[in-house]
């Protein structure tokens, strides 16, 4: 009854680190979405996967890389985090139809410094 | 790029009295979500609503998806002080799996 979970909950990292954050759904759910929270701006997607080894880009793609070998894992690596980057990252996982419920992890608190 | 304008941005009020949040676009949306999202947690869903003119009705809570299916509204009745958080309004496009999120109303209901 896991649900969908991230790890870890609160990171600090320095500018120039790789630093990778994960999430995982036990539901098997197709679709898994990673979203960026900052003050103003509202939920911004990063990236989304649709299926295993199926990823695209969303609204702010840029300094994010992911990768989906399972499909209910679906890690988020910042490749050289930058104080930008600094913001609240949130998974999600949808089964598949547009009225479906898109269930949100507890979300990873990222300061870079 | 679709937009989703959720208004107000900000909402305090006592315990007991009502409230309105507005959630509006210049595209038309095939489905429209409601969120509510606690300190320290991610978004959880309230309702879909999927036809012009819905009413749909959560407790205290209804929600409102317009005829044009281009705008939607929360009304909150008798809030409480487990009503505070931020609601957030994501709208489907067509096929379009991707949600567009507003940005988010903070309301906070005072005792």
């Known amino acids: 009854d896991a649900g969908i979970t991230q790890s870890p909950r609160y990171k600090i990292t320095e500018t120039g680190r790789q630093v990778t954050l994960m999430c995982h759904q036990t539901?098997?759910?197709?679709?898994m979405f990673w979203y960026r929270q900052d003050l103003g701006h509202g939920l911004r997607l990063i990236y989304y996967?649709?299926?295993?080894?199926?990823?695209d880009k969303g609204e702010v793609p840029d300094g994010y890389v992911v990768s989906r070998s399972k499909t209910e894992n679906f890690p988020l690596t910042l490749e050289s985090a930058t104080r930008s980057q600094t913001s609240v990252y949130f998974c999600?996982?949808?089964?598949?139809?547009?009225?479906?419920?898109?269930?949100f992890g507890p979300g990873t608190r990222l300061t870079v410094l | 790029t679709q937009l989703l304008e959720q208004s107000p941005q900000f909402l305090s009020i006592q315990e007991g009295e009502n409230l309105t949040v507005y959630c509006n676009s210049s595209s038309v949306f095939s489905s429209l979500q409601w969120y509510r999202q606690e300190p320290g947690e991610g978004p959880v869903l309230l309702v879909t609503v999927v036809t012009g003119g819905e009413v749909k009705k959560l407790k205290r809570l209804t929600f409102q998806f317009g005829d044009a299916r281009k705008d939607s509204s929360l009304h909150i009745t008798a809030a409480q002080p487990g009503d505070t958080g931020l609601y957030l309004c994501a709208g489907l496009a067509g096929s379009n799996y991707k949600l567009t999120f507003g940005k988010g109303t903070l309301l906070t209901v005072n005792p």
């Open positions: 539901w098997s759910h197709s679709y």
């Open positions: 996967s649709a299926a295993a080894d199926i990823t």
């Open positions: 999600a996982s949808r089964r598949g139809l547009d009225t479906d419920t898109q269930y």
